[in-house]
């Protein structure tokens, strides 16, 4: 088998590292723009399977020619425009693909597309079903969202309400935050491990959630809850609210009474996203200063980010506490799914990079093996059940990713509070 990777960023590399040790796999490609850049990541992969191809995916002939030499593909791309780009092509190649991006491709979001290009005569939806349809008609799979969150915790939370006769309702609670001793260092309590940029986006946006069976749209970043995390050896004070992370559900799940998707963090951070809504920080329209236009978010994002990276000290964290309630032989239901993991200091990868990266990596097999049957555009909720359920979390044990399962019968209550 050979596997292609798009973007050669923490996350991408993360996944040809993985890929590039599983047995199956005969040779990895790992795109980016830079030669030198894509140098210094096979060297940190250390295997000679690995092949580099700088190319820029605006070079749409030469991605498609480079696609048809391969059997996979993963796409772990920043942002919606370029992720699109390349499914697009996918498509065409008549190559099946794992993308991470926190989007529904099938449901494409209607707010902040960051550059999103839908065809003449169409509408987002419309294009969405379109690349549905083609892929499908063609043979190709797109394993949609397959990283964190989405991705192990649409799988999880899946497997949840499968395990009832009726579900009704869920919360997913994910995210990754600097260690405690970290997130002293730096504003907000925060710490970059993903494109800041992109998560301003998810901050700012309406939510779509299911509330009292209809979808509905909320402000990003309201549903505060404030809870205790005493699982998996730890016991932490932690805070999340809701984002725009696992869209699917909302189309995959409309069964559901209640279901949201709230980002963790530290106590205190979204107190100050609260002030820079406040103060217009986070707006996209540019202001007139001193006779120039000036993008609010763009200026504080050039001020912030410095601030954000990781200093050589810092790691990082992967929490989730994702939680399924319902019935089962006539008595209430509840189950709940609990992660805590730390960044792999020896090996020099985040919290993040492991989950996400082994994720897509894991993601990626199931699909060249061919244990992934339908076509089209899969959520990873319905793709991976059954037994590519038990394999899949399986397979992420071995890499160190465990998910901790309690199930309450008869207690618990049927309520999720979003």
């Keep these: 088998m050979k596997a ?60 498609g020619r480079l696609m048809s030499g391969y059997d996979v593909g993963v796409i772990t791309l920043p942002d919606r425009r370029s992720s699109y780009d390349v499914v697009r092509l996918a498509v065409e190649a008549g190559l099946d693909v794992v993308d991470v991006l926190e989007e529904y491709h099938r449901r494409p979001e209607p707010y902040e597309t960051e550059g999103l290009q839908v065809p003449p005569g169409m509408s987002l939806d419309q294009f969405g079903e379109d690349l ?25 939370v899946g497997q949840g309400i499968r395990s009832m006769d009726r579900a009704l309702g869920a ?18 309590r925060y710490m970059i491990t993903w494109s800041f940029n992109h998560v301003l986006r998810e901050y700012s946006v ?4 299911i509330s009292d069976g209809r979808v509905a749209e ?12 005493q699982r998996c050896g730890q016991d932490e004070e932690l805070e999340c609210a809701i984002t725009p992370g696992m869209p699917s559900f909302l189309y995959t799940r409309p069964q559901l009474r209640q279901f949201s998707e709230k980002t963790v963090r530290w106590p205190g951070h979204w107190q100050g996203v609260d002030l820079l809504k406040e103060c217009g920080l986070l707006d996209l329209q540019p202001v007139d200063f001193n ?11 050039a001020l912030v980010e410095p601030r954000l990276r990781p200093l050589p ?22 189950k709940d799914y609990y992660m805590w993991l730390d960044s792999d200091r020896e090996r020099g990868i985040s919290a993040m990079a492991r989950v996400t990266g082994f994720s897509a990596a894991v993601g990626a097999m199931l699909l060249g093996r061919g ?13 991976i059940a059954g037994r590519l359920y038990r394999e899949f979390m399986q397979e992420l044990s071995r890499r160190g990713v465990e998910v901790e399962e309690i199930q309450e019968e008869g207690s618990g209550g049927a309520e999720v509070v979003i």
């Design 171 to 188: 919360t997913a609670r994910v995210g990754g935050i600097p260690t405690r001793e970290s997130a002293a260092r730096h504003p907000l």
């Design 371 to 383: 244990l992934i049957r339908e076509k089209g555009i899969l959520a990873p909720e319905d793709a």
């Design 218 to 229: 909320v402000p990003a970043t309201s549903g505060r809850e404030t809870f205790r995390f």
């Design 206 to 209: 309406p939510v779509r959630v």
């Design 291 to 301: 006779g120039a236009l000036i993008s609010p978010r763009e200026f504080f994002l």
């Design 313 to 334: 000290q810092d790691q990082d964290v992967c929490v989730m506490w994702n939680t399924v309630v319902g019935e089962k032989d006539g008595l209430p239901s509840r």
């Design 132 to 156: 549905h349809s083609r892929a499908k008609d063609g043979g190709v799979a797109l394993l949609d969202g397959m990283g964190f969150a989405p991705g192990l915790s649409n799988v999880t």
């Design 4 to 63: 292609l990777v798009f973007g050669a960023g923490k996350i991408g590399s993360v996944a040809a590292w993985d890929l590039a040790r599983n047995r199956d796999v005969d040779a990895v490609g790992l795109v980016g723009r830079t030669a030198s850049s894509l140098q210094a990541r096979r060297e940190w992969i250390g295997s000679d399977k690995v092949a580099l191809h700088p190319l820029d995916i605006g070079q749409s002939e030469k991605v």
